[in-house]
C-alpha cells in the first residue's frame, strides 16, 4: 500500500472543509438567529414582568405604615398596629394580634379616600338631578313614516 494516496486524499477533504468553512462562518449567525429570538420573547414576555412586579411589591412593603389594612400571603386580613424593620404586628381582632415577616404581607387594601367617595357621591346626585341619563327617542314613529 502506498502512502501518498492516503495523503491526496486527506489534503483533498482539508481543502473541501476550508471553502465550507468560509461559507459556515456566515450561516453561523443564520443558525442561532431562531434562538436569539426566543431569548429575546421570553425576556420580554416573562422576565421582565416579574422583575416588574417584583420591583412594586417591594416598594408597597417598604411604604407599610400603621393602621393600613392588609392581607396576608395565607389570607389573614387585619390592621397594621406595629412596623419594625423586618416584621410588622397585624391586629386580627380586638386582642389579637400577629407578628409576621414583611414578605408575608400579600396586598395592601385600603379604602377609598374620603374626598373621592365625595366626589363620586356628589356627581351621582348630580346625575339624578339632572334626570340622569339622556332621554329616549321613540324609534317607533321614525319607523312608520317609512
Same mark, same amino acid.
Not at 72 to 87: A, C, E, L, M, P
Given at each position: 500500500m502506498s502512502f501518498l494516496p492516503?495523503?491526496?486524499? #486527506?489534503?483533498?477533504?482539508a481543502g473541501a472543509s476550508g #471553502? #465550507?468553512?468560509?461559507t459556515a462562518a456566515g450561516a453561523g449567525i443564520v443558525t442561532f438567529l @431562531?434562538?436569539?429570538?426566543?431569548?429575546?420573547?421570553?425576556?420580554f414576555l416573562?422576565?421582565?414582568p416579574q422583575n416588574k412586579k417584583q420591583k412594586e411589591t417591594q416598594k408597597?412593603?417598604? #411604604?407599610?405604615?400603621?393602621?393600613d389594612k392588609v392581607i396576608?400571603?395565607?389570607?389573614?386580613?387585619?390592621? %397594621?398596629?406595629?412596623?419594625?424593620?423586618?416584621?410588622v404586628t397585624v391586629k386580627v381582632d380586638d386582642n389579637?394580634?400577629?407578628?409576621?415577616?414583611?414578605s408575608a404581607i400579600?396586598? %395592601? %387594601?385600603? @379604602?377609598? @379616600?374620603?374626598?373621592?367617595?365625595?366626589?363620586d357621591k356628589d356627581k351621582k346626585d348630580k346625575d339624578s338631578k339632572s334626570g340622569g341619563s339622556p332621554e329616549k327617542t321613540d324609534v317607533s314613529e321614525d319607523k312608520k313614516d317609512e
Open positions: 492516503l495523503f491526496l486524499q #486527506a489534503a483533498n477533504a #471553502a #465550507a468553512a468560509g @431562531p434562538f436569539i429570538l426566543i431569548i429575546l420573547i421570553m425576556y416573562m422576565i421582565r408597597m412593603l417598604d #411604604a407599610l405604615k400603621k393602621g396576608t400571603i395565607g389570607g389573614i386580613h387585619g390592621t %397594621v398596629s406595629n412596623v419594625k424593620d423586618d416584621t389579637c394580634r400577629i407578628e409576621f415577616n414583611r400579600a396586598s %395592601v %387594601v385600603n @379604602p377609598k @379616600p374620603v374626598v373621592e367617595m365625595k366626589a
